[in-house]
């Protein structure tokens, strides 16, 4: 019998079957060196986003901004976790490449930072603006991560806010000549607003969700937050508060032995309880009037504690 065209030898069958094993190997060590890659400039860009924060850590009473421009289209992830002392402010990142988003790099962690952003922003440019945060004494500074393709309209914002947010010249925000494709952040209801800040009765309405705030820093958190990163972090930042305030009775009891005391003992072990409990930011308010109360107290006292 003739042997058919189609007849292939042994020898060349496993030549055929070794090339496609071979080529199967170099395809998947090439993916995992990729891969591998990939997750180290990711680390890498968590780290760097990381450190462009620390220059708007300054301590000054005004706002700071700065502004961060990557290499590639950027997914950041704001993952707040509330466990433990101070809870953990965790940064993880992912970048486009060749039309595919890249597996997101380590999480990358840090005590003492608090970002207020949606739980996931995308882009290639970043505005980062930050607000020092007190209650009654400073307890850290706000970092909101603003992407800068989402436009945003402050429409009725009061005078103070306004001449803020136009001197920290950020492009993508505006208090006036808006084009009407904006995200509306409105200071008065009406129809047509995404963002609903009512500064009466100190509330932020999105998306259906309401959040509560006092002051300026935890407003504008509140307006470029999801409610999740922001209600994790309002519980972060009164665990910090708990601890300060301990620091504070322990400060106190030093001065007061050199008969120079502020009398404080008594409403600082008080804040440092209710912030330690708080449960949500309806319950701010109760803070906050114990951190008034404290401020006047502190103001008049011959030994002052901050």
Not at 91 to 106: H, N, V
Not at 223 to 239: A, G, P, T
């Amino acid at each position: 019998m003739k042997r058919g065209f189609l007849d292939i030898s042994f020898g060349v069958l496993f030549a055929i079957i070794v090339g496609v094993i071979i080529l199967f190997f170099a395809i998947y060590t090439s993916s995992k060196i990729i891969r591998s890659g990939e997750h180290t400039i990711n680390t890498e860009t968590a780290k760097r986003l990381g450190v462009l924060t620390n220059p708007l850590e300054t301590g000054f009473e005004s706002a700071e901004k700065n502004k961060i421009v990557l290499d590639a289209e950027t997914r950041i992830y704001n993952i707040c976790d509330e466990s433990g002392n101070f809870g953990e402010q965790k940064i993880a990142i992912s970048q486009k490449s060749f039309g595919k988003w890249g597996d997101t790099g380590a999480n990358i962690i840090f005590k003492n930072k608090y970002f207020f952003s949606e739980g996931i922003i995308e882009g290639k440019e970043f505005y980062l603006f930050s607000k020092p945060f007190k209650m009654p004494f400073k307890v850290a500074d706000l970092i909101i991560i603003i992407p800068k393709n989402k436009e945003y309209c402050f429409i009725d914002a009061p005078r103070e806010i306004a001449e803020e947010l136009n001197a920290l010249e950020i492009e993508n925000i505006h208090t006036e000549n808006c084009s009407g494709d904006e995200i509306k952040v409105c200071f008065s209801i009406s129809s047509g607003c995404d963002i609903i800040v009512n500064l009466n009765a100190n509330y932020v309405q999105k998306r259906g969700s309401v959040v509560n705030f006092i002051g300026d820093a935890l407003m504008y958190g509140a307006i470029f937050s999801d409610k999740d990163v922001y209600e994790c972090q309002i519980k972060r930042l009164m665990k910090r508060i708990s601890e300060l305030a301990k620091v504070y009775i322990t400060k106190e009891g030093i001065i007061s032995k050199r008969d120079c005391n502020s009398n404080l003992n008594k409403e600082l072990t008080e804040l440092s309880t209710k912030a330690r409990e708080l449960e949500n930011s309806g319950e701010l308010f109760f803070i906050d009037d114990l951190a008034k109360k404290i401020d006047s107290i502190e103001r008049s006292a011959s030994c002052r504690l901050w």
